[in-house]
């Protein structure tokens, strides 16, 4: 009988080990470790993708790098602007891009819009997790036809390489890595050993066949890539698909990308028939109002290389029950603690007893400190009850000194703001140094202290 050789996986970061441990020492997380079989003596492990026997007699040898010919291959270019943002300009021939996001947040959605995009490519769309007539179902939804978009339901990658072979497809989407299972690997599917062997499989087919390949993951309840780390390593480019199902709107977020830039976004809106690009989220992004209210302002923040203009809403209330409530949506409550810290202390407003509501608007999560001096602003304007003219925003850093300071790319901000039609914007003084605003017919308001902001616009 053919011996099994076995071993202890981490279910939390991939780490392996020859026997059982209550804590792993790579990632600190307790009972994650689960027992999978390896390899089996009368199994040959080897890849279920194979090259030619040519290929495989020439052994690799070292080469100096002056000698190396490289020549930039044409990125295929999709209909999606937003995609094509994110990856930095279009799909690489031969890269892998693994996209992760929460259960029913649109991830199959989009990887099948973009299937059926792609006009002149014959794409392979292979699912493990839905029947053919459930992806059929959401192709007619989307009202889009495309003949040469192939679908596959099958997990074996055995199977799924000899259809490859035979379609020869220019473009291969896997739905999802963790449904697949190789036959040369003995544990259950979505185990550590399973994802770890079949993303090594499918990446040795992209590079040797020059064929781009889209992987769609699970996230753990942290928000984290399921499997092992090593499979963000093993990718190309790893994209996260945001948002609140319980909102419209959707952020394709670059976290690693070999080929560009990782600072670049790209906002969706979900509808009936799809997901829509947004071209130019600042519109969405601000409520359509007429007259002011007290604790809103408009905040320049900046997503990636996108300045992005957003609605800050706070309410401040004296506290009814002891203890002074501090919720955030959408931004660090610990940040917002210290915001109020500072108010009081170099502001003097005694907002120890009041309680504190904030949210940015659209379901948004922001890190960008730029977006301090909107939300100093909001907090008072409730708490004073005096409200800020719709046409102001702000665009501006605060220190714990109650200094106003600087903020990068501040020339673009002012620039979303006039192209909006705001009237006034609110900006550090540190920031005109060297740079000439003359040029924009937005008034802008440069300050140093806090003090200066506000008495400008509370008196």
Same mark, same amino acid.
């Given at each position: 009988?053919?011996?099994?050789?076995?071993?202890?996986?981490?279910?939390?970061?991939?780490?392996?080990?020859?026997?059982?441990?209550?804590?792993?020492?790579?990632?600190?997380?307790?009972?994650?470790?689960?027992?999978?079989?390896?390899?089996?003596?009368?199994?040959?492990?080897?890849?279920?993708?194979?090259?030619?026997?040519?290929?495989?007699?020439?052994?690799?040898?070292?080469?100096?790098?002056?000698?190396?010919?490289?020549?930039?291959?044409?990125?295929?270019?999709?209909?999606?602007?937003?995609?094509?943002?994110?990856?930095?300009?279009?799909?690489?021939?031969?890269?892998? *891009? @693994? #996209?992760?996001?929460?259960?029913?947040?649109?991830? !199959?959605?989009?990887?099948?819009?973009? /299937?059926? &995009?792609?006009?002149?490519?014959?794409?392979?769309?292979?699912?493990?997790?839905?029947?053919?007539?459930?992806?059929?179902?959401?192709?007619?939804?989307?009202?889009?036809?495309?003949?040469?978009?192939?679908?596959?339901?099958?997990?074996?990658?055995?199977?799924?390489?000899?259809?490859?072979?035979?379609?020869?497809?220019? *473009? @291969? #989407?896997?739905?999802?890595?963790?449904?697949?299972? !190789?036959?040369?690997?003995?544990?259950? /599917?979505? &185990?550590?050993?399973?994802?770890?062997?079949?993303?090594?499989?499918?990446?040795?087919?992209?590079?040797?066949?020059?064929?781009?390949?889209?992987?769609?993951?699970?996230?753990?309840?942290?928000?984290?890539?399921?499997?092992?780390?090593?499979?963000?390593?093993?990718?190309?480019?790893?994209?996260?698909?945001?948002?609140?199902?319980?909102?419209?709107?959707?952020?394709?977020?670059?976290?690693?990308?070999?080929?560009?830039?990782?600072?670049?976004?790209?906002?969706?809106?979900?509808?009936?028939?799809?997901?829509?690009?947004?071209?130019?989220?600042?519109?969405?992004?601000?409520?359509?109002?007429?007259?002011?209210?007290?604790?809103?302002?408009?905040?320049?923040?900046?997503?990636?290389?996108?300045?992005?203009?957003?609605?800050?809403?706070?309410?401040?209330?004296?506290?009814?029950?002891?203890?002074?409530?501090?919720?955030?949506?959408?931004?660090?409550?610990?940040?917002?603690?210290?915001?109020?810290?500072?108010?009081?202390?170099?502001?003097?407003?005694?907002?120890?007893?009041?309680?504190?509501?904030?949210?940015?608007?659209?379901?948004?999560?922001?890190?960008?400190?730029?977006?301090?001096?909107?939300?100093?602003?909001?907090?008072?304007?409730?708490?004073?009850?005096?409200?800020?003219?719709?046409?102001?925003?702000?665009?501006?850093?605060?220190?714990?000194?109650?200094?106003?300071?600087?903020?990068?790319?501040?020339?673009?901000?002012?620039?979303?703001?006039?192209?909006?039609?705001?009237?006034?914007?609110?900006?550090?003084?540190?920031?005109?140094?060297?740079?000439?605003?003359?040029?924009?017919?937005?008034?802008?308001?440069?300050?140093?202290?806090?003090?200066?902001?506000?008495?400008?616009?509370?008196?």
């Amino acid at each position: 009988m053919a011996k099994i050789k076995t071993a202890y996986f981490c279910q939390n970061c991939g780490a392996q080990s020859a026997k059982w441990v209550g804590r792993c020492p790579a990632c600190g997380e307790w009972n994650t470790y689960v027992e999978e079989v390896v390899a089996r003596e009368d199994v040959t492990p080897t890849s279920a993708w194979k090259v030619g026997t040519s290929s495989q007699q020439v052994a690799a040898k070292p080469k100096p790098i002056a000698e190396i010919t490289y020549s930039e291959q044409a990125r295929i270019v999709t209909q999606d602007a937003e995609l094509n943002r994110v990856l930095g300009g279009g799909i690489v021939p031969g890269s892998m *891009v @693994l #996209i992760g996001g929460e259960p029913g947040i649109g991830k !199959s959605t989009l990887m099948l819009q973009i /299937a059926l &995009s792609l006009r002149n490519q014959r794409v392979l769309y292979i699912s493990g997790e839905e029947s053919e007539q459930q992806i059929k179902m959401r192709a007619e939804r989307l009202g889009v036809q495309h003949p040469n978009c192939f679908i596959l339901t099958e997990t074996g990658t055995q199977n799924i390489f000899k259809q490859i072979e035979q379609l020869q497809p220019d *473009v @291969l #989407i896997v739905d999802s890595i963790q449904t697949l299972h !190789s036959a040369f690997i003995e544990s259950g /599917a979505g &185990s550590v050993a399973q994802v770890r062997e079949c993303t090594a499989e499918l990446l040795k087919f992209a590079k040797e066949s020059g064929t781009p390949v889209f992987l769609i993951g699970h996230i753990t309840k942290e928000g984290n890539l399921a499997g092992p780390k090593i499979l963000e390593h093993m990718v190309d480019t790893v994209l996260q698909f945001e948002g609140d199902r319980h909102m419209t709107y959707r952020i394709l977020r670059t976290t690693k990308n070999r080929f560009g830039s990782t600072s670049e976004l790209g906002i969706y809106e979900m509808l009936g028939t799809g997901l829509r690009e947004v071209s130019n989220p600042s519109e969405i992004l601000i409520s359509q109002r007429e007259e002011s209210f007290s604790g809103i302002t408009i905040g320049g923040t900046m997503e990636g290389n996108r300045p992005l203009l957003i609605e800050v809403q706070s309410l401040v209330t004296p506290a009814t029950y002891g203890t002074p409530q501090r919720t955030a949506t959408g931004f660090d409550v610990k940040r917002l603690n210290m915001l109020l810290a500072v108010l009081e202390k170099r502001g003097g407003f005694k907002l120890g007893t009041q309680d504190v509501f904030l949210n940015i608007a659209g379901g948004l999560k922001v890190e960008d400190p730029a977006l301090d001096l909107a939300i100093c602003a909001a907090m008072l304007s409730s708490f004073e009850d005096i409200a800020i003219p719709h046409t102001t925003c702000f665009a501006a850093e605060v220190g714990l000194g109650g200094e106003v300071r600087a903020v990068h790319r501040v020339e673009q901000r002012i620039s979303e703001a006039e192209k909006l039609g705001f009237q006034d914007i609110y900006i550090s003084k540190y920031n005109k140094k060297g740079v000439n605003f003359s040029r924009f017919n937005i008034r802008i308001h440069a300050a140093s202290r806090l003090e200066e902001v506000f008495s400008g616009l509370f008196g």
